[in-house]
């Protein structure tokens, strides 16, 4: 589908008079992540709407990072939605796709009748709160410089290879990679999902 000039692309599978889950990935993934949940939902009789956020999997990307904007992934989802005509859905965010499409859903509250999350939260938009988190997130940008891919991996398994990680080791972990996606030009999606999904690919 093409939406404000760019393709989206994205799964519809099962009984189209089903009522919809709709579900979104996280990053960097994209329709993949969920190549396991598909069938088991159609298989119980949903109609299952699955799309590649705009840069991911088969949709459209931009050529410069600077392009793409929380508020664009928003609104283009939001537009899927509506073209779809998605009414009496069942939302479910993963990561990145908790915090789009948390604000699709509570900007189009008639068409979604149940919520499902995994590892996201909902940031906050405007005032003390909203700029708290902004530069927050600027601050841990800062404070890590740019963490080239060896030294994302390295702090991540140290994490993830423990037995109790705790809050602190956690947030850790997420500042490199969110200072790791903001410098890094060339992004080793494969690597990536490699070590945070513990595969060999």
């Known amino acids: 589908m093409e939406i404000q000039g760019l ?33 088991v939902l159609t298989d119980a009789g949903h ?27 928003i609104n283009v989802m939001k537009k899927l939605v509506e073209r779809l005509d998605l009414n009496d859905a069942t939302f479910f965010g993963q990561d990145w796709g908790g915090l789009v499409g948390l604000r699709v859903v509570a900007e189009m509250p ?52 423990m037995k109790e990680p705790s809050d602190l080791d956690g947030a850790r972990m997420f500042s490199k990679w969110i200072a790791h996606s903001y410098y890094s030009e060339d992004m080793n999606i494969s690597g990536i999902i490699q070590t945070f999904g513990r595969l060999d690919l």
């Open 47 to 73: 109609r299952v709407i699955v799309p590649d956020m705009i840069g991911f999997g088969k949709s459209d990307k931009f050529i410069s990072k600077h392009d793409y904007s929380y508020e664009h992934h």
């Open 7 to 39: 393709r989206v692309h994205y799964l519809d599978e099962g009984p189209k008079d089903a009522d919809p889950i709709f579900l979104l990935h996280g990053e960097p993934t994209w329709s993949y992540l969920f190549r396991k949940m598909i069938p």
């Open 110 to 161: 008639d068409r979604f009748a149940r919520v499902v999350v995994s590892n996201t939260g909902m940031v906050a938009r405007a005032g003390f709160s909203g700029w708290i988190f902004e530069n927050t997130v600027k601050l841990m940008v800062w404070w890590n410089g740019a963490v080239t891919f060896d030294e994302l991996k390295a702090a991540s398994d140290k994490v993830l290879e």
